[in-house]
């Protein structure tokens, strides 16, 4: 039987860590994720920073919508939790190197010339996957980044919806396909993980903090042969992975 393969840091982790930090990344290492998923934004200078919300204040001792503000104003704030700065990209890029591969989530529009260019400077095109919610940019990322993964994030994705996905696996319609595609738990089924499985692509399942047993539902999951897990609990994946 097959098993899952990708056991994926989700944001790093989510609980008890700071998320999109070099510690909440490296907690996940040593929980025994091979794979770390971040989140990329830019700041009103063209930074490219790891992060996730629109606004600062969820995560951090900050305010203020980060599109509108420039890298020296968010540079020395610190997350809520463990009092981390929040990273540059460059900098993620650099820890994870040499440690594990790694998906960059897109979070703002316009920024994948930017994010790619710098991937490519560092040399980590084969460690790197880049992810989003438009299946034609992800195409067309492929084309001009060889050997670069993508990672099509269906639950709100642009351009190929799950019923298409399933009428279209069924008829094998498919064309242009990513290498991975992520869909919200509670959405997945045996025929979104077969449709994936024969046609080469690895279907990879987010979402598990709102359930009252979450290791019951990823336990579901991988013995339904899904090819990656999105751990938000650094715990949940130590478990797994009977570290």
Same mark, same amino acid.
């Given at each position: 039987?097959?098993?899952? +393969?990708?056991?994926?840091?989700?944001?790093?982790?989510?609980?008890?860590?700071?998320?999109?930090?070099?510690?909440?990344?490296?907690?996940?290492?040593?929980?025994?994720?091979?794979?770390?998923?971040?989140?990329?934004?830019? +700041?009103?200078?063209?930074?490219?920073?790891?992060?996730?919300?629109?606004?600062? +204040?969820?995560?951090?001792?900050?305010?203020?919508v980060l599109k509108n503000l420039?890298?020296?104003?968010?540079?020395?704030?610190? +997350?809520?939790?463990?009092?981390?700065?929040?990273?540059?990209?460059?900098?993620?890029?650099?820890?994870?190197?040499?440690?594990?591969?790694?998906?960059?989530?897109?979070?703002?529009?316009?920024?994948?010339?930017?994010?790619?260019?710098?991937?490519?400077?560092?040399?980590?095109?084969?460690?790197?996957?880049?992810?989003?919610?438009?299946?034609?940019?992800?195409?067309?990322?492929?084309?001009?980044?060889?050997?670069?993964?993508?990672?099509?994030?269906?639950?709100?994705?642009?351009?190929?919806?799950?019923?298409?996905?399933?009428?279209?696996?069924?008829?094998?319609?498919?064309?242009?396909?990513?290498?991975?595609?992520?869909?919200?738990?509670?959405?997945?089924?045996?025929?979104?993980?077969?449709?994936?499985?024969?046609?080469?692509?690895?279907?990879?399942?987010?979402?598990?903090?709102?359930?009252?047993?979450?290791l019951q539902v990823i336990n579901?999951?991988?013995?339904?042969?899904?090819?990656?897990?999105?751990?938000?609990?650094?715990?949940?994946?130590?478990?797994?992975?009977?570290?």
């Amino acid at each position: 039987m097959k098993k899952i +393969t990708l056991f994926i840091g989700h944001r790093g982790t989510l609980v008890d860590y700071d998320e999109n930090t070099l510690e909440a990344f490296d907690i996940a290492i040593k929980s025994g994720a091979n794979c770390i998923e971040l989140d990329v934004r830019r +700041t009103k200078d063209r930074k490219l920073i790891v992060f996730h919300d629109i606004t600062l +204040t969820r995560t951090t001792n900050g305010k203020g919508v980060l599109k509108n503000l420039t890298y020296n104003d968010v540079k020395n704030l610190k +997350t809520k939790i463990r009092n981390q700065k929040i990273p540059l990209l460059e900098e993620a890029i650099d820890y994870l190197t040499d440690k594990t591969q790694f998906i960059i989530h897109l979070k703002d529009d316009g920024i994948e010339k930017e994010v790619l260019d710098l991937i490519d400077k560092r040399g980590v095109l084969k460690n790197c996957i880049i992810s989003g919610r438009y299946i034609n940019k992800l195409k067309r990322y492929k084309e001009a980044f060889k050997p670069i993964r993508t990672c099509f994030n269906m639950t709100k994705g642009r351009g190929l919806n799950l019923k298409q996905f399933i009428e279209k696996g069924h008829r094998k319609k498919l064309k242009n396909l990513p290498d991975m595609i992520n869909l919200r738990s509670d959405l997945i089924s045996n025929q979104f993980i077969k449709i994936c499985r024969v046609n080469d692509i690895k279907s990879l399942a987010w979402g598990f903090l709102g359930y009252k047993q979450p290791l019951q539902v990823i336990n579901k999951l991988i013995d339904n042969q899904i090819d990656g897990i999105l751990f938000d609990d650094c715990h949940n994946l130590k478990i797994i992975r009977g570290n």
